[in-house]
Nanobody
């Protein structure tokens, strides 16, 4: 059974940084594409960043380009989201996700592309 556990969220001031982690278990971590999404109350869950199963390809939402960096450490079964220059509009619950099927070098941007989700971690950026 695939399990994803996010950590690293919290309260930070505008301009600060946080690093989110997503620890995976239950299967071979390196074989599947992954992504970070975020959601605010009453809104849809939107892509923040996504990474291919070998880490070679990434995709970012326009709103976070140049500020956030997605990465993965397959030896540790962990994916990261480094968030710099945080803004109040980055406040949301952040979720990590992975797929149930392999796709070499594929990067996926829709929630419907993903089959497994973590429980989410709250990020709050104060102005």
């Amino acid at each position: 059974q695939v399990q994803l556990v996010e950590s690293g969220g919290g309260l930070v001031q505008t301009g600060g940084s946080l690093r989110l982690s997503c620890a995976a278990s239950g299967r071979t971590f390196s074989s599947y594409a992954m992504g970070w999404f975020r959601q605010t109350p009453g809104q849809e869950r939107d892509l923040v960043a996504a990474v291919s199963e070998n880490g070679a390809k990434t995709r970012y939402a326009d709103s976070v380009k140049g500020r956030f960096t997605i990465s993965r450490d397959d030896a540790k079964n962990t994916m990261y989201l480094q968030m710099n220059s945080l803004k109040p509009e980055d406040t949301a619950v952040y979720y990590c996700a992975t797929r149930s099927s392999r796709s070499w070098l594929g990067v996926f941007v829709k929630t419907s592309d993903y089959d497994y989700w973590g429980q989410g971690t709250q990020v709050t950026v104060s102005s």
